[in-house]
């Protein structure tokens, strides 16, 4: 290797080339555990390069196995970073809707999921999957406000976000199916023979089984139309995989939610989310879970368990509504167990409770600042008083309130009050101006004059 290295170096020299040994590193991948740890000595221009495990190359970090278990570890970090930013905008009564919220994920979460996603997707382990879907299920609780034992299957069919590795995987079929049309530049890569012996799994030897249909027989090509044809069909069939999971309340799969829900708060939709889940705080049977001593009966008929079906069929809270409501019919449902009224009559009749008792206050203010008024001001000053009160009750109170204070000092801070006032008055130094035959020319200087100006205190 460094006799090639010595021919490339010599040859860029000849046309005002140089390597730089000070940014070059050399990293062995091998499928062959005892050789992680070789270190080869590579040398550039009489000088040897670092050898690195972990190479970064245009945002994919690599490895000597190829299994990308640290480029997981860096994608972990910077969606938890990202994590943040949505609890920042959001929690589970206030915040931006839902919509917003998938939006904003889509942005700045599974962008990072889906860069380079052909190149590792592959060769991934099972744990570095479930590491990137650990993260993930955190960022859909935030946009679904459902609690932790909530599904994973549920916050999926609510957002219509496909997990991690469906994702992924889809992704990826799409890419190697590109990669047939004559017309593409990474089209080499599918036409050369595959290697007999090919331990790693590549992106050809992976998925080329799901998107032969598309291929031109006896060929490695295909043609826009198939292409155009393969994207759908690749797309709906992970769809609709994603959507056949089975609904834990319905024992089917979850219908779509009615659109009229996004007419209700983010309060009362967090709560409907966290009632389809089947773990909400309005279940006693969630709160037993989490407190024993909470008894898991309905606080109504007395009845158990208090789970999501027993909302719809309380013999003391009769209802024409069904559990299907919760999607079907969400604005009834929300009113009829009451998710959305409650808050927005609290907070009216706290709000009228306040203004009540700040005309109370203030009325009760008047009367005795009044009352101190005539007990303690002499005529001159009422007179005096009636004269300056102007249509501002609040600098006639101002005033008077400073009077009556005044009146009733004790006597030691009457003492030094009066000796205060007799205090000579010290003159406030004049702004410094640095005029020439004015003043001196430095502004300590001029403080001087004016402390020895002073009068002795």
């Given at each position: ?55 970064k ?15 997981t570890?860096?994608?972990c ?49 099972n744990?570095s ?13 935030t ?107 319905l ?30 705080k ?73 203004q009540?008792?700040?005309t ?5 203010c ?18 005096q ?44 130094p ?10 001196p ?17």
């Amino acid at each position: 290797m460094n006799d090639c290295l010595r021919t490339l170096h010599s040859w860029l020299e000849s046309r005002s080339l140089k390597l730089s040994a000070e940014n070059s590193t050399s990293t062995v991948f091998t499928t062959w555990l005892k050789e992680v740890c070789y270190k080869p000595e590579v040398v550039i221009n009489d000088r040897k390069i670092p050898v690195i495990r972990d190479p970064k190359i245009l945002g994919v970090t690599f490895d000597n196995m190829m299994t990308f278990g640290q480029h997981t570890n860096v994608f972990c970090g910077k969606l938890k970073n990202r994590n943040n930013v949505l609890k920042k905008v959001a929690g589970s009564s206030w915040g931006c809707t839902n919509e917003t919220l998938e939006v904003t994920y889509k942005a700045i979460g599974r962008s990072v999921l889906n860069f380079a996603a052909p190149i590792w997707t592959p060769s991934l382990s099972n744990t570095s999957w479930n590491k990137l879907q650990t993260k993930q299920n955190a960022a859909l609780r935030t946009v679904t406000g459902c609690v932790k034992m909530a599904p994973v299957e549920h916050l999926h069919r609510v957002t219509k976000i496909l997990p991690v590795r469906e994702h992924n995987e889809l992704l990826s079929k799409q890419f190697l199916l590109g990669s047939y049309l004559p017309n593409r530049a990474d089209h080499s890569t599918v036409v050369d023979p595959e290697e007999s012996r090919n331990k790693s799994l590549s992106l050809r030897t992976r998925f080329k089984s799901d998107i032969e249909e598309f291929l031109t027989p006896g060929s490695n090509s295909t043609t826009p139309e198939n292409y155009r044809l393969g994207l759908k069909q690749l797309h709906t069939r992970a769809v609709s995989t994603a959507t056949l999971n089975v609904s834990k309340l319905l024992n089917t799969p979850a219908p779509e939610v009615d659109p009229s829900e996004e007419t209700l708060d983010r309060a009362a939709r967090v709560k409907l989310n966290q009632l389809r889940s089947g773990y909400s705080k309005q279940l006693n049977s969630y709160n037993h879970r989490i407190n024993e001593s909470t008894p898991d009966l309905c606080d109504k008929c007395k009845m158990g368990p208090h789970n999501t079906h027993h909302l719809f069929n309380c013999a003391m809270n009769p209802t024409s509504l069904t559990i299907r409501s919760l999607w079907e019919q969400p604005v009834e449902a929300a009113a009829f167990l009451k998710l959305a009224e409650e808050p927005q009559q609290q907070h009216h009749s706290t709000k009228q409770q306040s203004q009540t008792a700040q005309t109370q206050n203030s009325a009760q203010c008047t009367n005795s600042a009044q009352t101190q008024i005539s007990a303690q001001c002499t005529n001159s000053a009422q007179t005096q008083i009636s004269a300056q009160c102007t249509t501002s009750a609040q600098t006639t109170l101002s005033s008077s309130f400073s009077f009556s204070i005044q009146t009733r000092l004790p006597e030691g801070a009457r003492r030094d009050h009066a000796k205060r006032r007799q205090a000579p008055q010290i003159r406030r130094p004049e702004p410094w101006t640095r005029r020439r035959g004015q003043l001196p020319h430095s502004r300590k200087q001029h403080h001087r004059q004016l402390e020895r100006s002073r009068p002795d205190q």
